[in-house]
């Protein structure tokens, strides 16, 4: 027992999660230990000890459990280890700094024609901030919200037909608005088709004039 006590002495100082891993294998239930005394006693009288044999009994003990106590914080060390090597790998990996979106690139087959959907119909504005002349094709820059869209008048390797009726079954821009009636009154009026969100929130889905799918979500705020 006194081995014993000496190792639960040690459970403070060791991190709980090792601790916990101990305390059971070093707690001695109460039940178990009456019968053990028992057989020590029936042991005592029949066969006395002597002190080289107690002695040896006592350093087998002491043995077997630093033994354990040497397994258990291997075990727990190497798992701490791997788990801490684990998560700083990802945070090192994934920390570069993300901060938002900053534009969509959108290609359009004829810049006049797409700036008049954009800018005279969904009435976004061009960032005259954005350099129009340092790219080797012909584009613009509008704001939504604190984002942009760039429309790159450019070759567009997709198909134009085929696509998918439901824009929101192909690839798509989102655009946060704060009233899906009133846009669905100015497609309407414009004779643009559109669908609406198949879930039933409030959200609508139309095509530029280059096919390009664009989502419009209803949001509060």
Same mark, same amino acid.
């Given at each position: #027992? ?66 354990? @106590? ?6 727990? *060390? ?8 684990? @998560? ?33 119909? @969904? ?6 901030? &954005?350099? !129009? ?6 584009? *613009? ?6 984002? #942009?869209?760039?429309? #790159?008048? @450019? ?15 192909? &690839? !798509? ?33 139309? &095509?530029?004039?280059? *096919? ?10």
């Amino acid at each position: #027992m006194k081995i014993l006590d000496q190792m639960n002495k040690l459970l403070p100082a060791l991190p709980s999660s090792m601790a916990s891993l101990l305390s059971s294998s070093l707690t001695v239930q109460p039940h178990n230990h009456k019968v053990n005394q028992a057989n020590v006693g029936a042991m005592a009288t029949n066969t006395p000890l002597s002190s080289n044999s107690q002695n040896a009994v006592g350093i087998g003990r002491t043995r077997r459990y630093c033994l354990l @106590l040497k397994a258990k914080l291997s075990v727990e *060390a190497d798992v701490v280890g791997k788990e801490s090597v684990t @998560l700083g790998s990802a945070d090192d990996k994934n920390d570069f700094g993300v901060v938002s979106m900053h534009h969509v690139g959108i290609l359009c087959e004829n810049l006049e024609r797409s700036l008049d959907f954009y800018q005279n119909l @969904l009435g976004l504005e061009i960032n005259e901030a &954005r350099p !129009h002349d340092k790219l080797p094709y012909r584009g *613009a820059w509008l704001w939504v919200g604190s984002e #942009m869209i760039h429309l #790159m008048e @450019l070759p567009n390797p997709d198909p134009l037909t085929g696509r998918p009726e439901h824009g929101g079954r192909d &690839r !798509h821009t989102c655009i946060a608005i704060r009233d899906v009636s009133k846009l669905k009154a100015i497609l309407d009026k414009a004779g643009i088709p559109y669908t609406l969100s198949r879930s039933g929130r409030p959200a609508i889905f139309t &095509r530029d004039p280059d *096919a390009n799918a664009l989502e419009f979500t209803q949001v509060d705020g």
